[in-house]
């Protein structure tokens, strides 16, 4: 089992910033690839962001590349969502997973445990 705490979310005005962070416990958090997904009301998850278990491969939606910067410290355990200019279709909840294989994983399907989730809010 692993287990997924996001953190950082809140109210910010469209352009500014904001960073989330995941932090993992339970098995060992460097054998996981990790992503981020965001789901707004009456919509379906989608993905954000991808970074693989060493951090050395990294993948964006395409509404994000640019904008959005996913980071992890594996002595923390921990992923780092960071987002920039965020425009108020960014707001959602937020959520991170972890994937225990070895392929890029858009797809929520293929990820093996899921967080609670933490609520971004932008205001234009």
């Known amino acids: 089992q692993v287990q997924l705490v996001e953190s950082g979310g809140g109210l910010v005005q469209a352009g500014g910033s904001l960073r989330l962070s995941c932090a993992a416990s339970?098995?060992?958090?460097?054998?996981?690839?990790m992503g981020w997904f965001r789901q707004a009301p009456g919509k379906e998850r989608d993905f954000v962001a991808y970074i693989s278990w060493s951090g050395g491969s990294t993948y964006y939606a395409d509404s994000v590349r640019g904008r959005f910067i996913i980071s992890r410290d594996n002595a923390k355990n921990t992923v780092y969502l960071e987002m920039n200019n965020l425009k108020p279709e960014d707001t959602a909840v937020y959520y991170c997973?972890?994937?225990?294989?070895?392929?890029?994983?858009?797809?929520?399907?293929?990820?093996?445990?899921w967080g609670q989730g933490t609520q971004v809010t932008v205001s234009s």
């Open positions: 339970g098995r060992t958090f460097s054998n996981y690839a």
């Open positions: 997973a972890a994937d225990y294989g070895m392929a890029i994983s858009t797809t929520a399907r293929a990820y093996d445990y």
